[in-house]
């Protein structure tokens, strides 16, 4: 049983179009976050969610809109894509607030705006 | 956060023990040592962490000296699965989130 899932995998598509990515824990975890990868090695923290309500949205432009409709999902909306969205982003979920270090994380959706 | 120094890579023969050491020597005192590994084109996984103290898991062992400045990450049998790139990194326990930095790693291979 895959703990964190992502869709799509990969998503290629034009400047300015309108996309979502979905993300789903089956780990009972009251915890999601939403990272990108902007380089190799460096996760930026995006967004943090305990239990359905927003707790942390880091300085990231208004087009990216998370959404939560339960506990166990939290999508990924963003409008008006531009060149510079482009990149690995992760969805993860922790027990709790305080084991965001001890994510787990999903497999990544690679994100290519042309 | 404090920086770590890790071998680029390692070989490590199926069924025995994988030794992965980490260099912390700048560490602070609120700083855990964190394990991570990242199998290609998947995310990253939690194996570990530990504060000062030699800490076991399902997964993996970690030993860390007693001075702190370094750790060894232990995976008792190794197996095809585990070849991954396997990173240290020292930061406080947090809420909420932060940023996850990564250095280098170290490219575990795990030969049959």
């Known amino acids: 049983d895959t703990a964190v899932s992502q869709t799509p995998k990969y998503l290629v598509t034009q400047m300015g179009n309108d996309k979502s990515i979905k993300c789903e824990q089956n780990?009972?975890?009251?915890?999601m976050y939403w990272y990108k990868q902007d380089s190799k090695k460096f996760l930026k923290i995006m967004f943090s969610y305990n239990n359905k309500e927003l707790i942390i949205n880091e300085t990231v432009p208004n087009r990216f809109s998370p959404k939560s409709p339960d506990k166990a999902h939290l999508n990924l909306h963003i409008n008006s894509l531009e060149l510079g969205d482009s990149a690995v982003y992760f969805c993860a979920s922790s027990q709790d607030l305080g084991r965001a270090a001890r994510s787990f994380f999903g497999p990544g959706t690679r994100l290519t705006v042309l | 956060d404090a920086k770590t120094t890790q071998p680029p890579s390692m070989d490590c023969a199926e069924g025995r023990a994988a030794n992965l050491p980490c260099n912390h020597s700048?560490?602070?005192?609120?700083?855990?040592v964190y394990w991570y590994r990242q199998i290609h084109s998947q995310g990253p996984q939690y194996i570990i962490h530990?504060?000062?103290n030699n800490e076991t898991n399902e997964m993996a062992s970690l030993i860390i000296t007693e001075d702190r400045k370094s750790s060894t990450l232990i995976l008792p049998h190794a197996t095809l699965r585990d070849t991954a790139v396997y990173y240290c990194?020292?930061?406080?326990?947090?809420?909420?989130?932060?940023?996850?930095?990564f250095g280098p790693g170290t490219r575990l291979s795990v030969l049959p």
């Open positions: 780990l009972g975890h009251d915890t």
């Open positions: 530990g504060l000062k």
């Open positions: 990194i020292v930061r406080v326990e947090d809420n909420y989130g932060q940023n996850f930095v």
């Open positions: 700048t560490i602070s005192g609120n700083e855990y």
